[in-house]
Each structure stands twice: as C-alpha cells, then as structure tokens.
C-alpha cells in the first residue's frame, strides 16, 4: 500500500537547512564542479513540502522567499525534482505541491536542496513510485550537490562535488546562531569569485587536505575545539562579493560567539555558541546589532527529509 491511496491524500514531507562545518574546495574539474572534502551539519531550521494530486504539475510558495527570490516555475527546483521521479518511475507528473520555506533563500544553507529532498520523499509518497532510498539519492545527486546530504541529514563528510557521503558521529548537538544578510548570493558567483582569486596567487597552492580535526571535535570535543577546527574555503570569495559580510563576522566575535564562519556559499554568518542558553543570548544580541535581516537559533544535528504524519 502506498501512503496515498485516494483523490484526497496530502503528502507532507521536511528537509533540513545545513551548515558546513568544513569546505575544503578543490581544483576546477572538467564538468564546471570543484572537487571537495566538506562536512555538512543539518540544522534545526526545516522547509515544508505538501503534495497533493494535481492535473500536471503546480508550485506555490509560502514564507520566506516567496513573492520575489524564488521561482515558481521550471527554474524551482522542487519542480525538476517533481520531473525527474516521475520520469524515473514511468509516471504523469500530476502534482499540485505547496512549500512553506523557513530556510532563508540562497543563503548558503541549502534551502533549495530541502526542498527537493522533500518534494522526491513525498511525491514518492504522493504517487506511490517506491524508488527506494538508493534510487532517491541518486536522483537528489542528479538535482545539485547538496541535495543527498539534505535527504541524508546528521553529519556527513561530502566529496566528489559534494554528493558523496559518509555518516560522520556527532555525540552531542551544536548550537548556532544564523545570521542572514539581507541579499542573497549565488553559488556560482561565489566559487567563480574563488578561481578568479586562485588565478590571481598561483603560487598559493589547493591543499584538499582531510577533515581529521573537525570530525575528532565533532565526536565529543568541547565548543572551543569545533571552534577552532572550522574552515571554509568559500569565505573569502563570499566576503570579495560582500564587504559587509567582514562587519557581520565581526559582529558575531564581537557578542561571545565561539567562532563564525560563512556558512557554505553564504551569506549566512553561522556563530557557534558554547550551549543551547548561549545561542539564545546570542541571538538577542546579534539581532540588536543591526548588521543581519534575520537572526535564527537552531542546533544540529538532526535526521535528514521526513515524511511528517
Ligand atoms: O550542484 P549545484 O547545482 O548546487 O551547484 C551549483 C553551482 O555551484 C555549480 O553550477 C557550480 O558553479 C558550483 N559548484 C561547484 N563545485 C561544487 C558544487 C557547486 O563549482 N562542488
């Protein structure tokens, strides 16, 4: 029996934002993707994708993002992800589908990639189609980088372009405070803006390297470890693209934060904090300090997409 067996059903599923505790970024490879060695953390922020049977394929969008940023059309990738199953399966692909995004759009924290891993986990759901977990992370593999870790979900060292993954162990949760700037960037700019940097100091060398540190503090060190073991490669160039992003960070060590970084391609500024009534101090005092449009809490890890009953 599939979960959908009526005209009626509605299918819910949710995905994760993430914050890369580690992005080493590689050289250039021939298909246009950077190789690296990254760990993704999923983080308590979630976006909502309801299915429900349609006549062709329908979007609307709720919440953060909607009404400007993001598409509701082909360019959605909630949309391709919704193509691409039906495909695979050999089915219409008939769905009228709601998301309802808390995760900031391109942020750096992968919302976009939520919402695939959603809208595969619940039009697998909605059309009865039993892909089966490999077969859906193939098809996340096929709809960007990120999307395998956001149906994945915990901590998970990433290679290849990023799809790659290994379960990495987290004993605890971590506490963040996401700090979002009020322009999105685009990933390609971000690490396009990386190689224009690389070309210009040749001499510099890429040093892939492997993620030893972060995972050792990730597995049971104190705040001040995983502090001092985060790294992302992406910053720089996101800072290029984005000078106020320096006063952000600034901002963030200023208020007691343990460390901040840009969280993937940015612009998101993650502040770890030492526990969870840090993060909330935190985040009172960052929202005060007028350099951020949105200021989230949220701890990590947490499971991957979900189908919410
Ligand atoms: O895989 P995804 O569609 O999210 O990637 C968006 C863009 O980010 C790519 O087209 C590429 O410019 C850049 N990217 C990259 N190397 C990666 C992942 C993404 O250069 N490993």
């Given at each position: 029996m599939s979960l959908a067996d009526g005209p009626d059903d509605v299918v819910t599923a949710r995905a994760p934002a993430k914050v890369n505790v580690h992005l080493a970024v590689g050289p250039l490879r021939s298909d246009g993707f950077h190789e690296l060695q990254t760990v993704f953390l999923a983080v308590s922020l979630f976006d909502t994708v309801t299915a429900r049977p349609g006549d062709g394929?329908?979007?609307?969008?709720?919440?953060?993002g909607a009404g400007g940023e993001v598409p509701v059309d082909r360019g959605n990738l909630?949309?391709?992800a919704a193509e691409l199953l039906a495909e695979h399966a050999g089915v219409r692909p008939d769905a009228a589908l709601a998301v309802e995004k808390s995760i900031p759009a391109a942020a750096g924290l992968a919302g976009g990639s939520a919402d695939a891993a959603a809208a595969l986990l619940a039009l697998d759901a909605l059309w009865g189609t039993r892909a089966g977990r490999e077969d859906l992370t193939a098809l996340?593999?096929?709809?960007?980088?990120?999307?395998?870790?956001?149906?994945?979900?915990?901590?998970?060292?990433?290679?290849?372009?990023?799809?790659?993954l290994s379960p990495v162990l987290a004993r605890r949760p971590w506490h963040w405070v996401l700090g979002v700037a009020a322009e999105g960037l685009s990933t390609p700019s971000v690490y396009a803006e990386l190689d224009r940097q690389r070309a210009a100091a040749p001499d510099q060398g890429i040093a892939l390297g492997v993620p030893d540190a972060v995972v050792a503090a990730l597995q049971g060190g104190p705040a001040s470890?995983?502090?001092?073991?985060?790294?992302?490669?992406?910053?720089a160039a996101a800072l290029s693209l984005r000078p106020a992003l320096r006063r952000a960070l600034r901002a963030a060590s200023d208020a007691g934060a343990q460390a901040a970084l840009v969280s993937g391609s940015g612009p998101t500024v993650a502040a770890l904090a030492s526990d969870g009534d840090h993060a909330i101090r935190l985040?009172?005092?960052?929202?005060?300090?007028?350099?951020?449009?949105?200021?989230r809490v949220a701890h990590g890890p947490v499971p991957g997409a979900r189908l919410v009953a």
């Open positions: 394929l329908s979007l609307t969008l709720a919440g953060e909630v949309w391709r996340a593999a096929r709809l960007g980088s990120d999307v395998p870790f956001s149906l994945h979900g915990g901590v998970a060292l990433g290679t290849g372009r990023g799809e790659m470890a995983l502090a001092a073991a985060l790294r992302n490669d992406l910053q985040a009172a005092t960052l929202a005060g300090a007028g350099v951020f449009r949105t200021v």
